[in-house]
């Protein structure tokens, strides 16, 4: 069974920092991409960022040279580091998988975590 549990969320003041870690657990063949979505009240959950088992990246415009994403493939975890951190940023934040597979011959499928609360005060 293939579960994702984030952790790191928490209160910050605006400027600041934090980092969020998420690992994979189960048995685990292989991940395509994993990535970071979030969700403020009132608003459609958006892509973070994005980080291919290849290592390429991608980030929504409003986090780009403020966060950075990365990945441990051995160990199935992927963090996100966020830096100058503003008020806008603050939402549930969630890890996701794609392209899963417990086994070779086994289908793809995505798996999402259950969500890490990040709220930056002004």
């Known amino acids: 069974q293939v579960q994702l549990v984030e952790s790191g969320g928490g209160l910050v003041q605006a400027g600041g920092s934090l980092r969020l870690s998420c690992i994979v657990s189960?048995?685990?063949?292989?991940?395509?991409?994993m990535g970071w979505y979030r969700q403020a009240p009132g608003k459609q959950r958006e892509l973070v960022a994005r980080?291919?088992?290849?290592?390429?990246?991608n980030y929504a415009e409003s986090v780009k040279g403020r966060f950075t994403i990365s990945r441990d493939n051995a160990k199935n975890m992927v963090y996100l580091q966020m830096s100058s951190l503003k008020p806008e940023d603050t939402a549930v934040y969630y890890c996701?998988?794609?392209?899963?597979?417990?086994?070779?011959?086994?289908?793809?499928?995505?798996?999402w975590g259950q969500g890490t609360q990040v709220t930056v005060s002004s």
């Open positions: 980080i291919t088992s290849g290592g390429s990246r």
């Open positions: 996701t998988a794609a392209g899963v597979r417990t086994d070779v011959i086994d289908p793809r499928r995505d798996y």
């Open positions: 189960g048995s685990i063949f292989s991940i395509n991409a």
